[in-house]
């Protein structure tokens, strides 16, 4: 069963740092291109950033640019979000998602930036 | 950056009947390889998005037929045959050609 399970959210102060995991099973992992896709609280949903399953190519969302890296680690079956310089409209439930055309999605890890 | 707009927002229907939801791109979601990648999610109340539909028509295992999607360039369309109650929720186009973009969702309620 494909599964995708993120971790590492909490309550950060703006301008603090936060690193997102997201563990991958059921599938090969290192076959498919992986995405971070947000939702604040009450909104629709936001693409936050790409990466190719050898890491060559990787996108960001203009909002995250500068801010955001992804990256990927294939002998662990692992995605990760490292974010810096948060800020209050960064908080939202943060989802990894498998592939380009987002089949299976987690089930989120809330990410609260306050002060 | 491209732009997709869905409407309604919101769409009251009563059990058993009708419903579809439209989505427009501004801009071809036609790729160099000749597909076409939009996608329709669903997201019911608390829980995390699920895709039903990928590449305009094509429907994920476990979705009711009752779902289909239709249309081409830049006008797509999410039809459900007869809404029942677990149908309740936002349903979102996204598209997959140029990067990956979402439209605003359309919230679905029974009236």
């Known amino acids: 069963e494909v599964q995708v399970v993120e971790s590492g959210g909490g309550l950060v102060k703006p301008g603090e740092s936060l690193r997102l995991s997201c563990a991958a099973s059921g599938f090969s992992f290192n076959t498919y291109s992986m995405n971070w896709v947000r939702q604040a609280p009450g909104k629709g949903l936001e693409w936050v950033s790409s990466i190719s399953r050898d890491s060559n190519y990787i996108y960001y969302a203009d909002s995250v640019k500068g801010r955001f890296t992804i990256s990927r680690d294939n002998a662990k079956n692992s995605l990760y979000l490292q974010m810096n310089s948060l800020r209050a409209e960064d908080t939202a439930v943060y989802y990894c998602a498998r592939d380009g055309q987002l089949d299976y999605w987690g089930q989120g890890t809330l990410v609260t930036v306050s002060s | 950056d491209v732009v997709m707009t869905q409407s309604p927002l919101s769409l009251p229907v009563s059990l058993g009947q009708p419903a579809s939801i439209s989505c427009r791109s501004s801009?071809?979601?036609?790729?160099?390889?000749?597909?076409?990648?939009l996608s329709w999610f669903q997201q019911r109340p608390g829980q995390s998005p699920r895709r039903l539909i990928y590449?305009?028509?094509n429907r994920d295992s476990g979705v009711p037929d009752r779902f289909s999607g239709s249309g081409s360039g830049t006008d797509f369309t999410l039809k459900i045959s007869r809404v029942v109650a677990e149908d309740v929720g936002v349903y979102y186009c996204m598209q997959g050609t140029h990067l990956i973009t979402f439209g605003q969702g359309t919230r679905l309620e029974i009236k």
């Open positions: 590449k305009v028509s």
């Open positions: 801009q071809s979601l036609v790729y160099s390889d000749g597909n076409t990648y």
